[in-house]
């Protein structure tokens, strides 16, 4: 008889998760203990500054920008929208996440500090990150930032919103970014899929996933009409989007979407590289996580990025 279930998670991916608190039992009785549990701060070099800037507006929003002390010229920009199921998490998230790279490709780093459900749902979020890279590109010679090569990342519920986004700007006949690279990213609110049915997956279940989903879809959760912009898995048409990179383990309950979303990519004529690593968890490829598993991911989004910067290996920063 075949095994019911995820498959089985990398031992080291599961040794080095099991010191990173899961995100299980998700509530809104739980919510804000859960919000208030913030990992420690990772520990800086000093090389590269992080500071925050708040675009006025109503609300006002705030932007963490990230950049090498020694940067000189006009340089790429790679705007991060982090994760957290639409419902956790913050910009400074990311400040391990652009030390490496700020001193790797000499680039700039704009976290979007967007807002939270389920206190704003769709489309506040996704309208926070759209202010955020329209006014970037609007003040890129201020910034030092080439408008021509800024991209977009985004991690779980990021890389939804870095979908939605690119699908956002299409549709309002933007420029588009440069590139957009989805890690595990959560796209499909109908949770139809075998992976998202798994209820043994180490991080990330059933439960918290239809949570952050209500929390981000509000009234219109459970509609057969939810906006492709806010569920970018029901998009028909995937045409005109940027390049495309998507990484995502096989013990994912997203694994299924993701994998799905790219091959749709490709029929649409995107450049889309689609990579899927076996025994990996939600989580896995973590700044945190030192499993070789995880190192490899994490190279190969390196690489990627590279590329798509207009970087060689020799012109990386050591």
């Known amino acids: 008889m075949s095994r019911a279930g995820a498959p089985p998670v990398d031992p080291g991916v599961r040794r080095d998760l099991n010191s990173i608190p899961a995100v299980r039992e998700l509530t809104a009785e739980s919510l804000p203990a859960i ?30 920008i990230h950049r090498r002390r020694a940067a000189t010229g006009v ?5 991060s929208i982090h994760g957290g199921g639409f419902v956790l998490g913050d910009a400074t998230v990311d400040d391990a996440l652009f030390e490496n790279w700020c001193r790797r490709f000499d680039c700039i780093g704009v976290s979007v500090d967007y807002r939270l459900a389920p206190e704003t749902p769709y489309p506040g979020p996704l309208d926070d990150c759209h ?40 549709d309002l006949g933007e420029p588009p970014p440069a590139f957009q690279a989805l890690l595990y990213p959560m796209l499909d609110d109908r949770q139809v899929t ?68 790219a091959q749709r990519l ?24 030192r499993a070789p598993l995880a190192i490899r991911a994490r190279q190969v ?14 012109e990386e920063l050591s």
């Not at 010679?141 to 690119?166: C, H, K, N, W, Y």
């Not at 989004?301 to 020799?314: M, P």
């Open 35 to 64: 919000r208030a549990a913030r990992p420690p701060r990772p520990q800086l070099s000093g090389e590269v500054e992080h500071s925050d800037l708040t675009i006025p507006g109503d609300p006002a929003l705030r932007l963490r």
């Open 131 to 170: 202010r955020g890279l329209r006014w970037v590109r609007d003040h890129s010679t201020e910034l030092g930032i080439d408008p021509a090569r800024v991209g977009v990342f985004g991690v779980s519920a990021g890389g939804g919103l870095a979908a939605g986004l690119s699908l956002l700007i299409r």
């Open 194 to 261: 075998t992976s998202s049915r798994w209820t043994d997956v180490p991080r990330w279940n059933p439960v918290a996933n239809r949570f952050g989903w209500r929390s981000y879809l509000g009234p219109v959760y459970g509609a057969a009409d939810v906006p492709y912009h806010a569920a970018p898995a029901r998009a028909t048409d995937l045409t005109g989007l940027p390049p495309t990179c998507v990484v995502v383990g096989t013990v994912d309950g997203f694994h299924d979407e993701d994998v799905a979303f």
């Open 266 to 289: 490709c029929h649409a004529g995107v450049s889309t590289e689609l990579h899927v690593y076996a025994g990996g968890s939600h989580g896995f490829a973590a700044p945190a996580c």
């Open 75 to 79: 340089l790429p920009c790679i705007l």
């Open 301 to 314: 989004i390196d690489d990627w990025l590279a590329g798509q910067l207009g970087l060689n290996r020799e």
